[in-house]
């Protein structure tokens, strides 16, 4: 894919309740260049999937205006589906910055079926939302959609990234229901950005052939609507991670953003 030059003063806020927004970091980076990068984490409440409604929404306006006060923000990407479909489009009308988010990819996912039946990992906040509960019910007239909701998999997600072991029977057990199906689906969406961390696992717990959706392709589409990119090579500033709770993984953390191009790691107090 051609890689794009932003222009000077391009700074992407991303943020996400843990580790999984590193997905769509990855895949911006990889496209569109320049970018100074600012990554928060809100550990401190990780995972947002077992979170209220009322309570993601709160937070994330508090997490934005303190942010936004201190750092010219030219887009903010919501890389956690379960924070997305909580606060999107209500979150826009306090800020003067676009905002993107990311949710399951439904639609997508019907056009890729060939046997009518598709499978949705999402965290439970997301699958109880009313748009994706109205959506799932209206297709399921034509459509079996199976779902699976596990804080257990956005966890082993996470410690595969921080570099610790997981073991395939445990991802296993969690789609125990999958395997009593007549019709396996054939087509599964990753609803949450952690589990494109797991994806060789997945693959190999499931039949072959099985095609995976997940949000970062209607990311890029997002963001080239709300930016203005040109072929200038701008010198960018040092990209900054924010974390708002100190823990055992904070070393895990540190070294891990260190690789990806983050030099500075500070704490977020809120």
């Known amino acids: 894919m051609k890689k794009i030059f932003l222009k000077s003063q391009t700074t992407i806020f991303i943020f996400d ?26 550990n401190k409440y990780f995972p947002y999937g077992n979170k209220s409604k009322n309570f993601i929404l709160k937070r994330l306006i508090k997490i934005l205006k303190k942010i936004s006060n201190h750092y010219n923000i030219t887009l903010a990407i919501i890389a956690c589906n ?21 949710s399951p990819a439904i639609d997508l996912a019907i056009k890729k079926t060939k046997n009518n039946v598709i499978g949705l990992l999402a965290t439970n906040t997301t699958l109880k939302n009313y748009d994706i509960r109205k959506k799932i019910n209206f297709l ?10 596990s804080s257990k998999l956005v966890f082993l997600a996470e410690k595969k990234l921080l570099g610790y ?4 029977n445990e991802i296993k057990k969690i789609f125990k229901s999958w395997y009593d199906l007549k019709i396996f689906p054939d087509t599964i969406i990753l609803g949450c950005t952690h589990f494109p961390l797991i994806l060789n696992e997945l693959k190999t717990i499931f ?5 995976f959706l997940d949000s970062k392709k209607n990311i890029i589409l997002k963001f080239k609507k709300n930016i203005n990119y040109n072929q200038t ?4 500033k040092e990209n900054i991670v924010f974390y708002t709770k100190k823990n055992q993984y904070l070393k895990k953390i540190e070294f891990l953003f260190s690789e990806k191009g983050f030099k500075n790691i500070y704490r977020f107090k809120i």
Not at 18 to 38: A, D, E, M, P, Q
Not at 165 to 168: A, N
């Open 17 to 42: 309740s843990g580790l999984g927004g590193i997905t769509i970091y990855n895949y911006v980076k990889s496209i569109f260049l320049n970018i100074n990068f600012i990554y928060l984490l809100d």
């Open 233 to 236: 090579n701008i010198k960018k």
């Open 207 to 211: 039949p072959k052939k099985i095609y």
């Open 140 to 149: 399921n007239k034509k459509y079996e959609i199976k779902t699976i909701s």
């Open 82 to 102: 379960t924070a997305s479909v909580s606060s999107l489009p209500i979150i826009r009308n306090y800020f003067n910055f676009p905002i993107i988010g990311v």
């Open 165 to 168: 072991e997981i073991m395939i």
